[in-house]
């Protein structure tokens, strides 16, 4: 009977340690993460201003925010960089994953080189970007200093072209990391039915076009989805290399959102900009999710 105790004390301790364990992070996650979000969508309802307040207001936030000329300014400029973001990141990422495939030399150091700008920060890529990009002492001087006088690159200044330099930024940070997605998509297709087709005849062309690219669809669908994410939360990024500007040529609903939020003392038009937000994100995740989900089932 002793011997039959201690072995359920073991089994039931090997199920409940975990969960002591990781209790308290959990909880953490709960207050600080979960917490917050329902309490940011609260305030969005309420006439909340430069600290939190509890006069009901319902949609009146939204209807506010939906009139200023400063909220489609960044919905707009998060639409240029989204569609160029997505659309750049998953063809140079799709065509850096194929020139890796072909069991190149030197393979892992190129792997490495092309994933390293992952490993930084946002702040840090936004400002060794701010530095290449600026007239006074980034590019634009080194080609003048070299005797190319007439050389201008001043986009990072220039309101009509500003956006495309976050663009750049963004693109030079993230297709690395596409390209990884792609690559272990490429390995785990089977060589058998690529030899078979090669066998057929099929050109390279052929090849990528009919066999290769339609198996890669979940590897589309996770890159587009964890893009379309980055896109919309973009926020350090513009603020290390633009500040939102010039002017507000850069400013995008995370820089909206922190703006009205702790520079203008809006807090309930900061909240609802937020809760727009979680939404959008919200409608690209739980689709995704839930497709992953019913595939395993």
Known sequence: MAMQADADFKTKLQIWLPKLVLSPSVALMVVFVYGFIIFSVYLSFTDSRLLPSYG?????????LWRLSHWETSITNMGIFAFLYIGICT????????????????????????????????????TAWKWFLDPGIGLENVMQSWGWTSFEFDWIKNSDFAIYTVVLAAVWQTSGFVMAMFLAGLRGIDNEILKAAQMDGASNWNLYRRIVIPQLRPAFLSAFVILSHL??????????????????ATELPATFMYSYTFSRNQMGIGAASATIM???????????LYAELREKK
Request: aromatic share 10%; net charge positive.
């Open 278 to 288: 979680l939404m959008t994100i919200a409608a690209i995740m739980i689709p995704y």
């Open 56 to 64: 009901w207001v319902g949609l009146e936030n939204y209807s506010k």
């Open 91 to 126: 063809v140079l990422g799709l065509s850096l994953a194929i020139f890796l495939d072909q069991k190149i030399r030197a393979e892992g150091m190129l792997r490495t080189i092309y994933l390293y700008p992952m490993a930084l920060s946002f702040i840090v890529t936004g």
């Open 231 to 248: 896109a919309i939360k973009t926020f350090d990024l513009v603020i290390a290399l633009t500040g939102g500007g010039p002017g507000r």
